[in-house]
């Protein structure tokens, strides 16, 4: 039984000999790192995807970060709740399909526009309170890469309603909340978390994390069922 990935790579031995060479010039250019062995391959694929050596640093993850993704994405079916459309249409489908999972963002939805206008807040805010009473939350993996007042709303609730995703990517970019944003979330112990400190981040590093998770949670597939073979 093989333990090679094949659905979390990319699609052709040309495409796949690139990422892999990128993976390496990382390695040998990254220096030191104080991470785990299953924490580096995702801050390796964030540098990947903008060419950035800080996020070696700046990213800091919740003891359980790495092992509860991987466990929600084994479970089948675990949604992916997005602060906006980006990250739903980055996220590889036929990666999440293997999963049964499936991607959601109400950034742009009426009501959603229409309850901020109503409360004057956020939409990123009521779109979060919407994703909370589509009962999408709970288990979830939550994505946030653009707005820091999503990451807020979603801290409030686990705190205050006991919302309880699987894992939160908080990496929401900007100038106004971001860093304090992520701080806020790297308080919590209840519920796991991956940050990036400051104010760097966006919907692009979201991506690159999920898809990293998504290829360790398919290595644990195979190495699991060449185990019971």
């Known amino acids: 039984m ?76 675990t949604p992916v709740v997005a602060d906006v459309e980006m990250i739903c249409s980055g996220l590889s489908a036929p990666r999440l399909a293997h999963f049964g999972m499936h991607a959601h963002q109400f950034i742009s939805d009426a009501d959603v526009i229409a309850q901020a206008q109503a409360e004057n807040t956020t939409r990123a805010v009521q779109a979060m309170r ?35 995703p699987a894992l939160v990517v908080g990496m929401p970019v900007g100038f106004v909340s971001a860093a304090e944003s992520k701080d806020l979330m790297a308080e919590l112990d209840a519920v796991p978390w991956i940050v990036i400190r400051g104010r760097k981040g966006g919907s692009t590093l979201v991506v690159a994390a999920l898809h990293a998770l998504l290829a360790l949670a398919e290595a644990r597939q195979k190495t699991l069922t060449s185990a019971q073979a």
């Open 2 to 77: 093989s333990t090679v990935n094949t659905v979390t790579e990319q699609l052709t031995s040309a495409g796949q000999a690139i990422e892999h060479d990128s993976f390496a010039i990382i390695d040998a250019e990254a220096g030191s790192y104080r991470y785990t062995e299953v924490q580096w391959p995702i801050v390796r694929r964030m540098i990947h995807a903008n060419a950035d050596f800080e996020f070696n640093g700046l990213t800091d993850f919740h003891p359980e970060a790495v092992s509860a993704g991987i466990a929600a994405m084994l479970r089948g079916g």
């Open 130 to 164: 919407k994703a909370r009473r589509q009962g999408l939350l709970d288990g979830a993996i939550v994505g946030i890469g653009n707005a820091p007042t999503a990451l807020i709303e979603l801290v409030r609730q686990i705190r205050e309603e006991g919302v309880r």
